[in-house]
């Protein structure tokens, strides 16, 4: 039989309490990183088409269209479209998923399934408009515009949900 003084006790009984703070700390970050990856899985499974290209992002159509499935973590929720592009968020003030955009002219945002899901916008391109358009018979709609000028709208209310293409001019 082995004896321990109260002092070892106590150093193995601190060291068994930081060992378990540590390890129930750890599944945290890994069930985070699980649940990104479901969420991407899961946003592929509803929009085929494209591919993963990192941890948060799918590209359709060779890198034309990115969408960013959740946001980094720690960061505010801000318009935070990269220099380049144009976005848009599947929610008012700048909710994720974001898809963004670069290509000049008429794209059909039902192509990667975003159709009727726009709610905030931003621009991010050193010239041009971007019209987000609804399809209304023989004539399309512009609900709203963001450009050069008008660079964000936390909020397209009330064409919220509306956009089924987006025009972009003056590239």
Known sequence: TM????????????????????TS?????ASAAIRIQD????????NP??????????AYDGGQMIVTVARTTGTLATADCP???FCFYDG????????RLQGCGWQDLGRWGWRNRVES???N???????????AGTTDQVLFTVSTTTRTRADVSPNRNKADYVTRTNC
């Open 125 to 135: 391109m050193g010239s041009g408009t971007a019209g987000f358009l609804n399809e």
């Open 121 to 123: 916008a931003h621009y």
């Open 49 to 58: 088409g494209g591919v993963q290209i990192n941890t948060t992002e799918i």
């Open 3 to 22: 004896h321990t003084s109260p002092g070892q006790r106590a150093v193995v009984l601190l060291a068994t309490s930081l060992l378990l703070l540590v």
């Open 92 to 99: 008012i003030n700048f909710t994720y998923p974001r898809g």
């Open 83 to 85: 220099s380049g592009w």
């Open 39 to 46: 969420t991407v899985a899961a946003y592929l499974a509803a």
């Open 25 to 29: 700390a750890t599944p945290t970050a």
